[in-house]
């Protein structure tokens, strides 16, 4: 997913800056206003290790194609990819000094980013918490902020959904690139009608996953990306065991070199409990029952995360109903992860501020500068 996906970043803004425009207003006949968009200079990218060469290239691309230069910062768990597009940009003919990864570790080379008073932009994603020292190091010097940050994205399945579809595509926002994506739904919510049937048919299609090498074609589920992650996962296993849940099926080390995690499914746990709000990132989700809309959108909306849900239902006004009630920056009904990368995208509440994709990201990469001109 990760090299496709960072092409396309490139590919669609490329393009999307030539047809970017300025906006006029005539002013009841006595003056024109327009618009002009200025580069803003050195922008300040900085990204997690989860996609790494697709989150980073979403802020390059953007950055460079408005006209300002970047200093990117991967993660130091996994520097390569963006070290060796450095390269590949030079071969390219970009020019020296337009495209600078800088390696380091976040609280010194990511801080230093974010302090740094030449530097009027950030764009981040990362963790939430991460996310909170970034914003409080660029507020003083009135950076302009982009924060794309945690999910604990809610999966919503009404009892008049197609059953097949919904759990094949659930099975994919679970468990992809083992949970560590920020738009996997790892609490799925399900009208009790179907709790069972549903809860037994998606256990058994877990228990199919294929675990192994990530590089091989038939493998479902590779590695975790370090032992502390895993530790981190597997403290939420034993935690859902102290709240009262039930581990039905994974959860256990594979016998193999690497971090590797059996696919984990947890039920009988409420909206309440630590396990359905904070984010763990890993190949572990809830499924819990729900009686009615309102129901359901109230365990939606039961975190202080807001970055995706997805609803399942063939009801066409029960999905734009339930759709406009969700706190989420992107909503996907009766699918996932569809992206255009024309509309905006980012997070309501702690999962970030600001919008990136399409014209929201050469917005934010320039500065708006309003020109009135007297006519009479
Ligand atoms: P972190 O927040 O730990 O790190 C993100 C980046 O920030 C890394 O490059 C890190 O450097 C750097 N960093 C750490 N501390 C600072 C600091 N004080 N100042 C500036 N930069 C700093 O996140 P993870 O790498 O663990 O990534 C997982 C998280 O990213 C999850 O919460 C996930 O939901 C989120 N995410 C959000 C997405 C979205 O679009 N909303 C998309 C993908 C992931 P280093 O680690 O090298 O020290």
Redesign the pocket.
């Known amino acids: 997913m990760d090299i496709p996906r960072a092409v396309a970043n490139f590919r669609f803004f490329a393009t999307a800056i030539l047809h970017e425009s300025s906006e006029a207003h005539v002013t009841d006949a006595r003056a024109l206003n327009y618009t002009l968009r200025h580069p803003m200079g050195v922008a300040g990218l900085?990204?997690?290790?989860?996609?790494p060469l697709y989150?980073l290239s979403w802020k390059i691309a953007p950055a460079i194609a408005a006209g300002n230069t970047c200093v990117a910062?991967?993660?130091?768990?996994t520097p390569l990819t963006s070290n060796r597009l450095a390269e590949l940009s030079l071969e390219a003919g970009l020019p020296p000094g337009v495209m600078n990864i800088v390696h380091?570790?976040?609280?010194k080379?990511?801080?230093a980013?974010?302090e740094h008073p030449d530097v009027p932009l950030i764009s981040?994603?990362?963790?939430?918490?991460?996310?909170a020292?970034?914003a409080a190091?660029a507020a003083p010097l009135f950076k302009k902020l982009s924060l794309?940050?945690?999910?604990k994205n809610p999966n919503l399945i009404f009892a008049d959904a197609d059953l097949d579809d919904a759990i094949a595509t659930s099975i994919q926002s679970s468990f992809a690139n083992q949970g560590?994506?920020?738009?996997c739904g790892s609490r799925i919510f399900v009208e009790r009608a179907i709790y069972d049937t549903f809860v037994e048919r998606f256990v058994a299609a877990t228990r199919k996953l294929r675990i192994g090498d990530p590089s091989a074609p038939d493998t479902d589920v590779g590695a975790l990306i370090s032992e502390a992650?895993l530790q981190k996962v597997t403290g939420y296993l034993d935690l859902a065991k102290e709240e009262g849940g039930t581990i039905v099926t994974g959860g256990n080390r594979v016998d193999r070199d690497g971090f590797f995690l059996e696919p984990a499914v947890i039920t009988g746990l409420g909206c309440e409990c630590r396990v359905l709000q904070e984010?763990i990132?890993g190949p572990v989700v809830t499924i819990t029952p729900f009686d009615g809309d309102d129901e359901a959108i109230r365990s939606a909306n039961s975190t202080r995360y807001g970055?995706s849900a997805t609803v399942w239902t063939r009801d066409l006004q029960r999905a734009h109903r339930v759709a406009a009630a969700m706190h989420a920056g992107t909503v996907w009904i009766n699918c996932w992860l569809l992206r255009d990368l024309r509309v905006p995208?980012?997070?309501m509440k702690e999962?970030?501020v600001g919008r990136e994709g399409g014209l929201e990201s050469l917005h934010f990469f320039t500065e708006a500068k309003n020109v009135c001109v007297k006519l009479a």
């Open positions: 900085i990204s997690p290790w989860n996609l989150l910062k991967p993660s130091e768990l380091g570790y976040g609280a080379a990511g801080a980013i974010c981040f994603t990362g963790g939430t918490v991460t996310g020292k970034v190091a794309e940050l945690g999910g560590e994506i920020c738009l992650h984010e990132f970055l995208f980012g997070g999962s970030g």
